[in-house]
Antibody, heavy 122, light 107 residues
């Protein structure tokens, strides 16, 4: 059974830092790209960042570029998101999600973790 | 970035009703459109990929159609467990973008 379990969320002051983790199991971790997606009540679902299976390709949303860093450890089946210079608008539930490319070339987010809440407030 | 616009934002329907949700992309995304269902307090769950490909385990009352810029998610006979929020998402180009969601409520 595929499982993704996020951790590391919490309350942090504006300008602070937080590191999210996502522990994966039940699939060949090193074969899949992974993503961070966040959700706020006001803005719905927002893709944050993605990393390819070997970390060769990394992408960020403009809203977090230069402040967030995605990384992975294939030996430990773990995904990370280092978040620096946090702002109030980064407050959200953060999900990790697995990418799956099917025969059509379509990239779907086929498994999601339960999410971890990040609150940025003084 | 490609903008995804869903309509309606919410709808009220009864068990057994046929329900359709539309999603429009700001430019052609061919068939690279996914649909997700989300229930309160839970993560999104993938229903349909590549516009019309039903995921394993998803009931056949769900179907997707469309290509280019206009897409539709249809629930042929609404069941109590289908009351949720539905999101479309394009995977044609980076960044992946989501529609604002359609909340399906009980009438």
């Amino acid at each position: 059974e595929v499982q993704l379990v996020e951790s590391g969320g919490g309350l942090v002051k504006p300008g602070g830092s937080l590191r999210l983790s996502c522990a994966a199991s039940g699939f060949t971790f090193s074969s899949h790209s992974l993503n961070w997606v966040r959700q706020t009540p006001g803005k719905g679902l927002e893709w944050v960042s993605s990393i390819s299976s070997s970390s060769s390709y990394i992408f960020y949303a403009d809203s977090v570029k230069g402040r967030f860093t995605i990384s992975r450890d294939n030996a430990k089946n773990s995904l990370f998101l280092q978040m620096n210079s946090l702002r109030a608008e980064d407050t959200a539930v953060y999900y990790c999600a697995r990418s799956y490319y099917d025969t059509t070339g379509s990239n779907k987010l086929d498994y999601w973790g339960q999410g971890t809440l990040v609150t940025v407030s003084s | 970035d490609i903008q995804m616009t869903q309509s309606p934002s919410s709808l009220s329907a009864s068990v057994g009703d046929r329900v359709s949700i539309t999603c429009r992309a700001s430019q052609s995304i061919t068939i690279y459109l996914n649909w997700y269902q989300q229930k309160p307090g839970k993560a999104p769950h993938l229903l349909i990929s590549a516009a019309s490909s039903l995921q394993s385990g998803v009931p056949s009352r769900f179907s997707g159609s469309g290509s280019g810029t206009d897409f539709t998610l249809t629930i042929s006979s609404l069941q109590p467990e289908d009351f949720a929020t539905y999101y479309c998402q394009q995977s044609y180009s980076n960044p992946p973008t989501f529609g604002q969601g359609t909340k399906v409520e009980i009438k």
